[in-house]
């Protein structure tokens, strides 16, 4: 059977057990937040929420709660002030008074609320997800592949820059036979000529 909860300002209130919650753990009304209630206060919110929207009178009240006994003029007033107390109710918001009327409760109808919002769902799944051994062995291994080629392309960056500069800063070969244009003719190696054929990219030499 669904528990029949309803929000009394800021308190969450268990009309089956006469629990009275002033806090949420995860969308559900905490058991350690419990506020106590004396069972005429239980019996002063059943009666206000039973008759809800009507006022109950002083005397229907007093009936209900004290179920025809005698008591001080007093007594329901104070009970009324002892549960807005436990109910938060500093500005009377929730039990409200009709002067020369009665009582009127003020309330909803909780209907719950998510758990957790998309952010934290994501979370619990991942969270659920990793405990089992496979996966967590899938993503170790998949982790430690990126790990490796991340590894990998940065030594081929470095390794690409460093002949880049190897080539730039190298210093040209001092032999070379230029004819009056500045193209490259032939080559001296040691104490021998070499012909350039640049259209055939061609050395002949004669050793």
Not at 61 to 80: A, D, F, H, N, Y
Not at 151 to 156: A, E, G, I, P, V
């Amino acid at each position: 059977m669904s528990r029949q909860i309803f929000t009394l300002g800021q308190r969450y209130w268990d009309a089956q057990t006469g629990s009275l919650y002033s806090g949420l753990v995860e969308g559900i009304p905490d058991e350690n937040t419990t506020v106590k209630l004396t069972n005429k206060q239980q019996l002063l919110l059943k009666a206000l929420m039973e008759a809800h929207p009507n006022i109950l009178s002083y005397e229907e009240l007093t009936r209900e709660v004290w179920l025809g006994r005698v008591m001080s003029p007093e007594s329901l007033p104070q009970l009324i002030n002892r549960t807005r107390t436990a109910l938060g109710d500093s500005d009377k918001g929730i039990i409200v008074n009709h002067p020369g009327s009665g009582y009127e409760l003020k309330f909803q109808q909780w209907r719950g609320e998510k758990s957790a919002d998309s952010s934290k769902t994501t979370a619990s799944w991942l969270y659920q997800l990793a405990q089992h051994k496979s996966v967590r062995f899938g993503v170790i291994g998949l982790l430690s592949f990126v790990t490796c080629l991340n590894s990998y392309l940065l030594y081929n960056s470095v390794e690409s820059e460093r002949k880049f500069l190897k080539v730039i800063q190298s210093t040209p070969y001092p032999y070379v036979i230029k004819d009056e244009n500045g193209r490259v003719t032939a080559i001296n190696i040691g104490d021998y000529r070499c012909d350039y054929e640049k259209a055939q990219r061609l050395l002949k030499c004669n050793f």
